[in-house]
């Protein structure tokens, strides 16, 4: 259960925050929530929870009429032009805790959010007072941005406000410029584990079935399975590591040498090994990531075949 309005106000007062608050009704969108609070003479806020294609998530905060180009800022980020996209409703309720139309930094609050990057307009800064939704779009609260800023330094993050409206060349000679804000992981909530679809494949127990014959198919691969975990100790661990490396450099081997000749084609003058070096670092945790995901994947798939297989002997005697 995540933070409710009431519990993140009071933490605001503990911090010694100063905000103000303005009720009013349900607003979705940001014109709406001008006509109750607009003529305070506050900066309007919208704010965005994007997800890339490896499942990390990002909450953009915006002023209301700063235009944010999801191509460019994509880019920006080092993840090419469609790497960005709007995410799931699921996330919000998952990862922020949020409803609908109540993306907010203070959102963040929340662990499941620990993950998720936040990207600041930094218009902001120059703004005295900037409303964003405390959880819920029923009500506005107005701060400073050096009030929010205590407030992300609190829950540990640390606030980055960029200029969402820029479009800087990002090529060879200009690495991107936002790549350091992209997260190191992705929220759990958004991870699928193997796990959870593999045990639909276990077969549903007929009410005509004994149970002591259950238990004798259950005891006989426990007995299996003790057996080979005692020889997987001395045999498979020490090598589990080793074939997913393998599996990793086998790919570099082929790789390394295609790239390097794209890389002599483009006369590109860095050093070639340095730049395939820095391309190992940075994608060798990905590729041992899906190796290990697909090995566990077979390795579950292999289980319960076996107890399906020792279940169906079981009950035929």
């Known amino acids: 259960m995540g933070y409710t309005k009431d519990q993140l106000l009071a933490r605001l007062q503990e911090l010694k925050i100063y905000f103000t608050c303005y009720d009013h009704p349900v607003v979705l969108t940001v014109e709406e929530q001008a006509k109750h609070v607009g003529h305070l003479g506050g900066a309007l806020s919208k704010n965005l929870l994007l997800k890339d ?10 002023l209301a009429g700063t235009k944010v180009d999801m191509k460019i800022l994509s880019q920006r980020l080092g993840l090419g032009k469609g790497g960005l996209r709007m995410a799931p409703e699921e996330n919000l309720l998952e990862v ?16 499941s959010a620990s993950a998720v990057s936040l990207l600041l307009d930094q218009g902001f800064k120059s703004k005295q007072i900037c409303y964003f939704h405390p959880l819920t779009n029923d009500v506005t609260i107005a701060l400073s941005s050096s009030n929010l800023d205590k407030f992300l330094i609190s829950i540990g993050k640390q606030p980055a406000y960029v200029d969402l409206e820029a479009a800087p060349a990002v090529g060879k000679d200009n690495p991107p410029d936002l790549a350091h804000l992209v997260p190191s992981g992705v929220p759990n909530s958004s991870e699928q584990p193997v796990e959870n679809a593999s045990h639909t ?3 549903h127990h007929q009410n005509n079935v004994p149970k002591e014959t259950e238990v004798k198919a259950i005891m006989t691969i ?5 057996k080979g975990a005692e020889t997987s100790s001395k045999v498979d661990k020490p090598t589990t590591n080793t074939s997913v490396d393998k599996f990793v450099n086998d ?3 082929i790789i390394s040498p295609l790239l ?7 006369d590109i003058k860095e050093e070639l090994s340095s730049i395939l070096d820095g391309l190992r670092g940075r ?6 990531s899906i190796a290990m ?10 289980f319960h075949a076996g107890f399906k297989t020792m279940l169906h002997r079981g009950l035929n005697g």
């Not at 922020?96 to 662990?111: D, H, Y």
């Not at 426990?222 to 003790?226: L, M």
């Not at 390097?260 to 483009?266: G, M």
């Not at 994608?283 to 041992?288: G, H, Q, S, Y």
């Open 201 to 203: 494949n276990v077969p």
């Open 222 to 226: 426990s007995k299996v399975q003790s």
């Open 251 to 253: 790919v570099f081997d």
């Open 96 to 111: 922020l805790q949020v409803p609908l139309r109540c993306v907010t930094p203070f959102a963040l609050i929340n662990e």
């Open 293 to 302: 995901t697909l090995k566990n994947a077979s390795y579950t798939n292999g």
């Open 260 to 266: 390097s000749e794209e890389l002599k084609k483009l």
């Open 53 to 62: 294609k490896k499942h990390r998530l990002y909450v953009i905060s915006a």
């Open 283 to 288: 994608a060798d945790p990905d590729l041992k």
